[in-house]
């Protein structure tokens, strides 16, 4: 259950770590699993000036920038149909540029199954592991 001031950390290499919901975009007061919020970035990685190193692909974020991520783990419990419930250690998203996909090259741990059935399957496809 992830709402407005929520820290996440950032599980993606785009260059953003912490980052704090700023807004919900359903129509709730919270959000879950697969859903998208609006973010603003809290602390990032430092971006080098060295242009040889850095690839186009890779996003220069700073802290203060606002984007959108999608929610992938959430420390509330989440029930699957089967009657199972998974929750995981910390909150977590991976943040999209403006045609939904997803802004990093590479995804850094886990993500949750329940992205395939909300149609993140490009997320799902770059996670090493699914649970």
Do not use: H
């Not at 259950?1 to 953003?16: P, T």
């Not at 990093?104 to 909300?118: D, Q």
């Amino acid at each position: 259950m992830i709402q407005m001031k929520s820290r996440l950390n950032v599980i993606d290499n785009s260059g953003a770590i912490i980052v704090e919901c700023i807004k919900v975009l359903k129509n709730a007061r919270w959000a879950s699993v697969g859903d998208e919020i609006v973010i603003a970035v809290k602390k990032a990685r430092p971006i080098s000036d060295n242009s040889s190193t850095s690839s186009l692909t890779a996003a220069k974020l700073r802290k203060g920038d606002v984007r959108r991520a999608v929610i992938v783990r959430t420390k509330k419990e989440i029930r699957r149909p089967d009657g199972s419930y998974v929750r995981f250690d910390d909150n977590a998203c991976v943040l999209l540029n403006n045609q939904q996909q997803p802004l990093g090259t590479r995804v850094l741990g886990l993500v949750s199954a329940e992205l395939r059935f909300k149609n993140w399957v490009k997320v799902v496809s770059l996670a090493p592991r699914v649970i």
